[in-house]
């Protein structure tokens, strides 16, 4: 009897997170703006995980499977939440607008700052990644290269790509 309900609560947790993937996915066609999309896939993401692995810890029974299904549960949800948080930021940065609904009903982007103030300082500042460590050369806006290329290679090679290749005869030099 036990065994019994234990499948039927677990083929409920399987369906009800195949479902959720489902709208996710549904969401992430359908969804005007890329905030929007990010919203339906990571509820579905974080719920649809969730129901999943419950259902199979469920299957698996007490056991050690049971607790590297949880601990896969663990790593998803927060990867899932950081990885959402970065791309958010990494959006608004570059000034992707969130679709909002003005007075009238339609959808019109609007710019955060508007609504957040102090969301503008934040994103007045450099990420991370765009930003050179100490002792690092920053990258040129000009286009020039940091280092001159490897012997063999570049503009002043004789052959472009590889140094070991013997020279090609129909080519003229650079």
Known sequence: MISVLVDILS???LTAGAAFYVIGAVGMTRMPDLFTRMHSVSVSDTMGVGLLCFGMILQAGPSLL???IAFVVLVLWATGAVATHALARAALHDGAKPLLAAPDGR???TDCVDLFPELGVRLAQPLASETPEEGETPLPDDGATIAEPAP???PAGNTGA???AAPDPTREDR
Do not use: Q, R, T
């Open 107 to 109: 959808l019109v982007p």
């Open 152 to 154: 063999g290679y570049g």
């Open 162 to 164: 590889n140094p070991d």
């Open 11 to 13: 083929w409920i947790a």
């Open 66 to 68: 049971a607790v590297k």
